[in-house]
Every structure is written in structure tokens, then in C-alpha cells.
């Protein structure tokens, strides 16, 4: 049986936070692979920025190929940039199931106590392990996901872990948004250059 970890997000662009997250969870579920799977940003959102999808996904490349932490078993997906849309989670999920394989996957706090909202909770839960991201220490955050916890494994008898990592007060809107300093102090070195490089975000 594989065990394939997916970490996705729109990683606009990938900082130094999503590499401390990957980390943590390779090093907690410690996966045959692991897949980084930028999103597909739909039409209908309302974003600030001009999107390139190639450039999040070079920077992806950038960021992760070569790093030795995850012992040559991480892989940067473009799957949800090339699929047909709609781009949905469940769909994800679908393509990469099988019956000889495993999927885990990490979600932040914000995203998992808004899994049920997402199209067919019932099949993201039943298709894979949710990882659960927590970096918020607060009672009321720890209230609201035990709740939530409670709630998915009564309901879609869910399989939930929990995954602890320090938290890198910094993001992506942030980065985007902020100035030369902010960005060469939160990106990777290659990233950074690229983004220099490209001229990424100056308009913001």
C-alpha cells in the first residue's frame, strides 16, 4: 500500500511558510511521496493580482526540486492546471485514488472547518486521511475544531490526524503586497530572484 501525501494551495507565490508546513508534514506521516499541487484559481474569485499559473508552478520547482529533506520523494504536480474544470478538491482526490494507494491530505485550520461546505464532503472524506495543520493556540480556534472533529467523524466517519508546526506569521497577499525587504526575508533565494526576475507583483 502507497501512502501519498498532497499538499495543495494557489502558492501565489511559494514562501518560506509553505516549506516549514511541507516539512512538518513529511516528517509527521512520512509518505512513499508527496505531492505539491498548486490550484487552479476559478474565474469567479475575486483576486488582486494577475495570475500565471507557470509562474507559480516554476517557483514551486524552484523552491522544492533538489531539497534533500524529503529524500528525492517529493514531486510538484501541475494536475489541477492542466485538468478540465471545474477544479474541484474531490476531483483531485479521485484521480489520484486507488485501491493500492492511501491519500493524505493537509488542510490549514481555515480550510478544514469549512470541509463540509466543500462539493461532496462525503467523498473527500471517504477518498482520504485529512491532515489538520493547527498552528492557532487560542481556546476559541480549539473549541471550534474539536467541535468540527467531532462533527466529520460522526457524520462521514472521517480519519483526522493532527499535525503540529511552528507558524510563520507571513502571506502570500502579504508578500505580494509588501515591499523589497518583506519579500527577500520571506522567500527562498530562488524564488526571491525570480519573482526580481519576472517583475512579479510590482503593480500591487
Partial sequence: MENLAIYGGTFAPVHNGHITAAKAFYSAVKPDR???IPTLIPPHKQITFKDNPSDRLNMLHLA???DDYFEGRLTVSDYELTAPPPSYTVNTL???SS???KLIFLVGTDMFVTLDKWRSPEEIF???TIALMQRENSSEKTSIINQKTSEFRNVYNADI???NSPAIEISSSDIRNGDDNIRKKYLPEKVYNYVKEHRLYENN
Avoid: T, V, Y
Fill in 34 to 36: 508527496l505531492l505539491i
Fill in 64 to 66: 522544492f526540486d533538489g
Fill in 94 to 96: 479521485k484521480h489520484f
Fill in 99 to 101: 485501491p493500492q494507494r
Fill in 126 to 128: 471517504s477518498l482520504c
Fill in 161 to 163: 490526524i493532527f499535525i
